[in-house]
C-alpha cells in the first residue's frame, strides 16, 4: 500500500485515479458529513454547485431531505442549516437524504469521485478509515485535503498524518514503506507534533480562526475529537455517500 498525500483537491494527478481515495475537511465538511450517517441520515449527496443541489433535492419528496448550504463559513439563505456537525442530531437527521453543499469540503469529494473506492474522513473517525485501509489493503491511497480555496490547511494536514500514525501500528508497515510522497512524511511529522493538542492546532489555522470570528468554537471543539465514531461514509454513487455497514464487503483483498 501506497498512501500520498495531496493538500488540495488541484495538487491531485489529472491522469490516474487511485484504488481509494480520502477526501479530508476536518473543518467542517467531512466532519457534518460522518455526523451526519452517525445520525441516522440515508444518506448524503454532496454537490460543488449550489443551483445542481437545488435541481437534484427539488424531485426528492420535501420531508425526506434536508438541505445544507455553507459559502465563507455561513449558512447559504434559503437552506436547512449550514454546516455544523452540530445541527446533525438524529431527530433531524433520521432518514433523510442530506443534500450539502460547502466551500471547499464538497469539491475535494467531487475531485475523487471516480476512484475505486472514495471516503470522507475526519478526525472524529479517523480510526475507522484506519481500520479499512487495514482490513482491504488498496495498492494506492490518495489522501486529498479540502483546504481553503486551492491553499494548504493545517487541520486537513493533520488528519493526514493522524491516518498515517495510526496505519503504521494497524498494518506494522514502517512510513517509509507507506508514504507515496514527501507531503505523507510531512503530515504525519505534523501529528506526531501536535496530536495531544488538536483543538490547540485548529485554534492556530486560518480557517480555525474565521470560524471563531464567526462564534463557530463549539464546532472547533467537536471536530477536533479524534476517534469518536465508527461510522465511515462511502460514495455508493458518485456523489452519494452511505455509512459504509450498508454496503456489500470491501472489494479488496485482505
Ligand atoms: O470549505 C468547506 O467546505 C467548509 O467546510 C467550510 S466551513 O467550515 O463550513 O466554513
Redesign the pocket.
Known sequence: MKVSVFHTPEQIPTDSTPDCAIAI?V????T?ITAALHAGAEAVQAFSDLDELIRVSDAWPAHQRLRAG?R???QVDGFDF???PLACTPDRMAGRRLFIS???????LTSVKGATAVLAVALINRQAAVDYLAATRPETVWIVG?G?EGTFALEDTVCAGAILDALQSATGLALGDLAGNDEAIAATALFVEWGDRLLELLQHAS?GK??MR?N?HE?LVFCAQLDQVTTLPMQHEPGVLVAREQLAPAHFKG
Not at 27 to 30: D, E, F, I, K, M
Open positions: 475537511d473543518l467542517r465538511a467531512t457534518t455553507e465563507g463559513g455561513s449550514g454546516n455544523s460547502t466551500t471547499n469540503g464538497t469539491r475535494a479540502s481553503w480557517h474565521r470560524l464567526l463557530c464546532d
